[in-house]
């Protein structure tokens, strides 16, 4: 299995970035999909969750109604549309994946991660 996250970069407070994750090796439509940051010297949270469908989607408070995040099954992708940006949104995201349809914002309850993509918000 292969989570790969893409479109991370350097953007101004209040610009936009889509970050991209690519997964191959899994049936992608059997999984719920989730997005993680780590900023420097924090522990990794939780920032969205969406279903295997995509009809149902999670946000942490910090990002709701900034972060959006969406999933194209037939192209195996899932994104992060991210607007609004603030310097604290800094950090590098992860893409993951679960099985189970429960606690979708712990991190333990995903099986497979990618390699994370750095977002750098510059004030």
């Known amino acids: 299995v292969q989570l790969q996250a893409s479109g991370g970069g350097l953007v101004q407070a209040g610009g936009s970035l889509r970050l991209s994750c690519a997964a191959s090796?899994?049936?992608?439509?059997?999984?719920?999909m989730g997005w993680f940051r780590q900023a420097p010297g924090k522990e990794r949270e939780f920032v969205a969750d969406i279903s295997r469908s995509g009809g149902i989607t999670y946000y942490a408070n910090s990002v709701k109604g900034r972060f959006r995040i969406s999933r194209e099954n037939a192209k195996n992708t899932v994104y992060l549309q991210m607007n609004s940006l603030k310097p604290e949104d800094t950090a590098v995201y992860y893409c993951a994946a679960r099985s189970a349809s429960y606690y979708g914002d712990y991190a333990g309850s995903y099986s497979y991660w990618g390699q994370g993509t750095l977002v750098t918000v510059s004030s």
């Open positions: 090796g899994l049936t992608f439509s059997r999984y719920l």
